[in-house]
């Protein structure tokens, strides 16, 4: 037709009864299809090759819809596979990983939980003179399930990166710019306390006990505090919260406790100002008069700055060269999340959702081919 080449995809079907069930007993077969095993798939999943379902995988989590990768493959390679097959290779490729990330993070869980004297055990003198930076957010993405009257569930994020893999330079005007040239992200759908523990897991691979300092970025969410008290005492770390955040909740709150536009935005700069030079008391006692103000998902401003206290001391940080904002996760928060889950109409299943974001963890982090493409064939014994 057209110049091109057409097979057809013949099937045996076995004669009788007994012929079906030597063959299911001696094959595992209930059909047999010379194509593929011509091909060499057939006991292969979805009778797809391994190079086949990484590649539609790879495209799945990178398209906007898994009926728009549909029409790419019709279009562009005049190959005919349905949305719901594209969905199902996706999610077989996605829990092998995330499979795979779960038996890593337990195996790194229990070796924890097995250690007697954690500050014994880090104090070496051979770590790198470096950062490593942890990231940590949240964001809501629409799901089929109601629960507490609302479908919106929050993935957690995390990012680790060290300073060793921070490119700096600056502009003509003198404005300096930093670029991450290697980092890896962690992604899970459930409570904070399993999120931790898969942190844990990357950040150690990522060098948490090699490295000299150790500092969280985040906005200061109680269940983004206690990582470090959980996970990385004995170490030299410490929590900054993003100055960003800081800086934001600070307007939003002035603007809904102080009357005036231009009174409200002066006394948030001035505030804002205060924290930046490192002057916290003078900020705290500039916040005090309105200490029992009370805001729907507004924090307090006076009982924010008292709670962060010590994770603000943004000239002391900017001095050593620390990083003060959370930047890198707020944009991996954009691509890797919300740019594939979180478009409109979208609603998920939990486990796929999951499937699908750890399968985008592995290529934003530049590891498909090094990491997904080796396990995957390894899991199918090839």
């Keep these: 037709m057209n110049g091109e080449i057409c097979f057809n995809r013949t099937v045996y079907v076995p004669a009788d009864k007994e012929s079906a069930e030597l063959l299911q007993k001696n094959h595992n077969m209930k059909t047999v299809v010379p194509m593929d095993i011509a091909l060499g798939i057939d006991n292969l999943p979805f009778k797809i090759s391994v190079e086949m379902m990484l590649d539609i995988t790879r495209r799945a989590i990178n398209s906007h819809s898994y009926e728009e990768l549909q029409n790419s493959y019709s279009r562009d390679w005049h190959i005919n596979i349905s949305d719901d097959q594209i969905r199902k290779v996706t999610n077989y490729i996605g829990k092998i990983i995330f499979d795979d990330d779960s ?75 930093h670029k991450i040239l290697q980092r890896e992200y962690v992604s899970f759908v459930g409570e904070a306390n399993t999120f931790k523990e898969f942190l844990y897991e990357m950040a150690l691979r990522n060098g948490l006990e090699e490295h000299e300092k150790i500092i969280v970025i985040s906005d200061g969410a109680s269940w983004i505090k206690s990582f470090l008290s959980d996970y990385c005492q004995g170490l030299d770390a410490i929590q900054i919260l993003d100055y960003t955040h800081m800086k934001e909740n600070i307007y939003k709150f002035a603007h809904s406790a102080i009357r005036g536009s231009k009174a409200s935005v002066k006394w948030a700069t001035e505030l804002k100002d205060l924290v930046k030079e490192g002057k916290i008391e003078e900020a705290i006692k500039k916040a005090e008069p309105y200490k029992d103000i009370k805001k729907p998902d507004i924090p307090n401003i006076y009982s924010y700055l008292i709670n962060n206290k010590n994770c603000i001391n943004y000239p002391e940080y900017v001095s050593k060269g620390y990083f003060i904002g959370s930047g890198a996760i707020e944009s991996g928060n954009r691509s890797t999340m919300q740019e594939r889950l979180k478009l409109p109409g979208m609603r998920w299943d939990i486990t796929t959702a999951q499937y699908v974001l750890s399968a985008k963890m592995k290529y934003d982090s530049g590891l498909w081919d090094s990491y997904v493409v080796p396990l995957v064939y390894s899991k199918l014994g090839l």
């Design 103 to 177: 038996a890593r993070k337990e195996k790194a869980i229990k070796e924890f939980q097995e250690k007697t004297n954690r500050s014994k055990h880090t104090a070496n003198n051979n770590k790198k003179s470096a950062v490593l930076y942890i990231e940590m957010d949240g964001a809501m993405f629409n799901t089929r399930k109601s629960e507490n009257d609302s479908t919106w569930r929050e993935n957690k994020l995390g990012l680790v990166f060290s300073s060793k893999n921070v490119m700096s330079f600056k502009t003509k005007k003198d404005h300096e710019y």
